[in-house]
């Protein structure tokens, strides 16, 4: 099959008619495509694993074409999430890992190659200049606002997808790379929208789930007036009663938009939105007047002195309970839906650097911040993409699950690997003996990278046999929360694309690709498929044997990212007295590399020694714990004898901050 390039719309550099980053967007409209376009490989959804599909089958050789429904491109990674969630950054393999070099090269120069550092952390507009280079190196047509009002079948096979303007794309092999899942909800795929309960699966954080993270620190009154439940319950608050723990039902972790913020003098100030209503913020209100003191917002940096900033908090940028019906409705019900949210988030920000009623520090730090002027000028600064964390899910033959994240079952068609914590939002606010509270959160580590299965990403035959799903993939809400990431959809997107080219080489139906094939391929083109757990020791601060203390130290689950059930700080106060030391019990003598992991926020010290004593030495390591939270930071390779001899020691003398204890992995050299 053959795309025709006369009449196409490429996207190459430049910004017509888009919704992209960067004072000049790095992505211009070409001529519009045929009204019918034909390819090898039909992507519906310009996310991040979309162009990594279509960026694959171009290099493979074949045709391939995205049609994104929206004017953007480059999923959330354009879009204001440039604190890139990773887990184990030596688990990112192949295009994906290739994506996070060129990023690399854009901020610190020189020649990439397949050994450049890869860098998780980036402005939206240097994203989308990367994505840029990789669609033109490539070739790929990109078609934007172009929406899916139908499809053509044959048999249990997709033919072609038709658009609202009238258009239509031909293909041998689709993939749908939305966050919505609306290509595989029209094939006639099975989806599930919502929470299994923990019995479904034989899980054990999946269904409700009441926990302390994100949670309200302090009693706050959930009715309009203050001790009224007759005077109803403030916007937001569910009257359903909390169901128990564990149990299903068809709640979504809330969304937000991921704000690039900046504190350079030509910030944009956070504007009063139409329909402002300080109503909405009553809670937050409350809970300061109650002794709450922020974080109300995060701001890692992420270069250029911008920040990703996300929710944090038991009333932050998280809209809870506002998008329950967003998965299955229509585009103009989900444009309401986007528009609620924008208000809401916007509407925070001005409550929290305007409104009287907050102490002067607290309005005074937010007005600090602003938006910058030189991301997503289209939309005057704010990002133009809604964070959709979780909307339909597949289900298929094969539905990934805690067990694949925790590491007890581990399947043999590996298409890539994903090491994310097992990470919900809130779903809803509820009242609790007459307070209110927040359901849903779970942060919870995975021990090691784990694989992700090919038929979580193929369908049942019998339901569509040229179809593949790298985004909205079969696995449980719980499991989803892990395998949601960036670098993931990018791997995922990559193993489609190959099992694509392969299945249209045989003439087979996806499902019946080899996966020895398959797997071949992807190791061919750099993708990381296996993880060897035999080599990996972790001791984290919650075990039971192999960490001391030294001086006094709190146990704390508010900042997400987090190995095991905690993490332990050092209030930041003793400094010098407090210590904490992990001591692992290493199977064989050897070099090992040791990693640290931390959670990140902006009250953490940049400047926190770690000594790694090893064989016939100590080496004293600074780390900066504003960055880099929620994952393995390598300090080196070192020589280690057999048994507890070697450690790795936590000091807090001269720390500017607070400082975390969390976890300590060796990983065998």
Not at 552 to 558: E, G, M, N, V, Y
């Amino acid at each position: 099959m053959s795309l025709p390039l006369s009449r196409r719309r490429l996207l190459t550099a430049g910004g017509a008619g888009l919704v992209l980053a960067g004072l000049s967007d790095p992505f211009r409209a070409g001529p519009a495509l045929a009204a019918v376009t034909t390819a090898d490989l039909v992507v519906y959804g310009a996310t991040s694993g979309g162009l990594a599909a279509a960026i694959t089958m171009r290099r493979l050789g074949r045709t391939a074409v995205v049609v994104e429904p929206t004017g953007h491109v480059g999923g959330l990674s354009t879009a204001g999430l440039g604190a890139t969630d990773t887990g184990v950054q030596a688990s990112i393999g192949g295009l994906a890992a290739e994506f996070y070099r060129r990023v690399y090269v854009k901020y610190h120069g020189g020649t990439l190659t397949p050994t450049s550092p890869l860098r998780m952390t980036f402005e939206p507009h240097v994203a989308a200049e990367v994505f840029a280079d990789l669609l033109a190196d490539a070739g790929v047509p990109v078609v934007v606002h172009a929406r899916l009002t139908g499809l053509g079948r044959s048999g249990n096979r997709i033919t072609e997808l038709r658009t609202e303007d009238g258009s239509i794309y031909r293909g041998g092999v689709f993939v749908d790379a939305t966050y919505e899942g609306d290509l595989l909800a029209m094939a006639g795929v099975g989806f599930t929208v919502g929470r299994e309960s923990n019995d479904t699966y034989g899980e054990t954080i999946n269904g409700v789930q009441s926990r302390t993270t994100h949670q309200f620190a302090y009693p706050v009154d959930p009715y309009v007036t203050a001790g009224s439940p007759a005077s109803g319950l403030l916007p937001g608050i569910s009257a359903t009663p909390l169901a128990p723990q564990g149990s299903g039902d068809d709640r979504i972790q809330a969304y937000c938009f991921r704000m690039c913020l900046t504190q350079s003098a030509n910030r944009i100030p956070f504007g009063r939105p139409s329909g402002y209503d300080p109503i909405r913020y009553e809670l937050l209100l409350r809970h300061i007047q109650a002794g709450y003191t922020g974080p109300y917002f995060t701001t890692g940096s992420i270069g250029g002195g911008k920040t990703d900033s996300n929710n944090n908090g038991a009333v932050s940028t998280d809209h809870i309970g506002f998008n329950h019906a967003y998965p299955t409705a229509t585009w103009a019900a989900r444009e309401s839906i986007i528009a609620e949210h924008r208000s809401y988030q916007q509407g925070l920000m001005w409550f929290l650097a305007n409104d009287p009623r907050l102490p002067a520090p607290v309005r005074d730090s937010t007005a600090r911040w602003g938006l910058p002027v030189d991301e997503f000028p289209t939309t005057g600064g704010w990002p133009p993409l809604l964070y959709i964390r979780e909307a339909r899910r597949m289900v298929s033959a094969y539905v990934m699950t805690e067990n694949d994240c925790r590491g007890r079952v581990r399947v043999a068609d590996s298409v890539g690997l994903a090491s994310y914590t097992m990470d919900s939002h809130n779903c809803q606010r509820v009242v609790v003996d007459g307070r209110v509270r927040n359901e849903g959160d779970v942060q919870i580590g995975v021990p090691a990278p784990y694989p992700v299965s090919y038929r979580s990403i193929v369908p049942h035959q019998a339901q569509c046999a040229n179809l593949l799903v790298p985004v909205c993939l079969s696995a449980s809400h719980i499991a989803y929360g892990s395998i949601r990431m960036e670098p993931v959809f990018m791997i995922l997107g990559q193993a489609a694309a190959s099992a694509a080219s392969l299945a249209l080489a045989g003439n087979l139906a996806v499902q019946a690709v080899s996966v020895s094939a398959l797997q071949g391929r992807l190791r061919q083109d750099g993708a990381v498929l296996d993880w060897a757990p035999a080599g990996e020791v972790i001791v984290d601060n919650a075990a039971a044997s192999g960490v001391t203390r030294a001086g006094t130290w709190l146990r704390s689950t508010s900042i997400g990212g987090y190995y095991g059930p905690d993490y332990e700080h050092d209030g930041n106060v003793a400094k010098g007295t407090n210590r904490l030391r992990f001591r692992p019990t290493l199977p064989a003598s050897g070099s090992w590399t040791v990693q640290l992991r931390w959670t990140a926020e902006e009250n953490r010290a940049t400047n926190v020694p770690v000594d790694i004593v090893y064989s016939g030495g100590v080496t004293t390591r600074t780390v900066d714990q504003r960055q880099s939270g929620g994952q393995w930071v390598a300090l080196g390779t070192y020589p280690f004898a057999a048994g507890s001899d070697g450690s790795v020691l936590i000091r807090t003398d001269g720390t500017d901050g607070h400082v975390v204890a969390d976890a300590v992995r060796f990983l065998r050299a």
